[in-house]
């Protein structure tokens, strides 16, 4: 399968791999359970700032790379992708999820 062309209404351009494989997929959720508690109850207590840790390591996952108006190339591609706009970094985020998750594949 080839990777994919995404292009934002900003006028960025990314490449994204077209799936991630299980071994992405842990790496991804694993985000949420490293530093949560057990609470006698059973249910995990969350630690404040794991969505934006499991959202980073998504698009450090499946963005290959960023081109458009004044994209820094010594940036991580993680830091490219937060630095764009917030329309197009949104528009981004919703097509690396769509990337992501398997449920919205069904």
Do not use: C, W
């Not at 960025?12 to 109850?41: C, H, N, Q, V, W």
């Not at 108006?69 to 940036?75: A, N, Q, V, Y």
Request: negative net charge; proline residues 4%.
């Amino acid at each position: 399968m080839e990777n994919a062309t995404y292009k934002t209404t900003g006028g960025y351009t990314l490449t994204l791999k077209p799936f991630i494989t299980g071994k992405d997929k842990r790496y991804i959720t694993d985000s949420f359970l490293e530093g949560a508690e057990i609470m006698e109850s059973g249910k995990f207590k969350m630690i404040p700032g794991k969505l934006h840790i499991a959202e980073d390591r998504a698009i450090e996952t499946v963005v290959i790379s960023v081109d458009g108006p004044s994209i820094d190339k010594t940036l991580s591609i993680v830091e490219q992708v937060t630095s764009l706009p917030l329309n197009d970094f949104e528009e981004v985020i919703k097509a690396v999820n769509g990337i992501t998750d398997s449920k919205k594949k069904e």
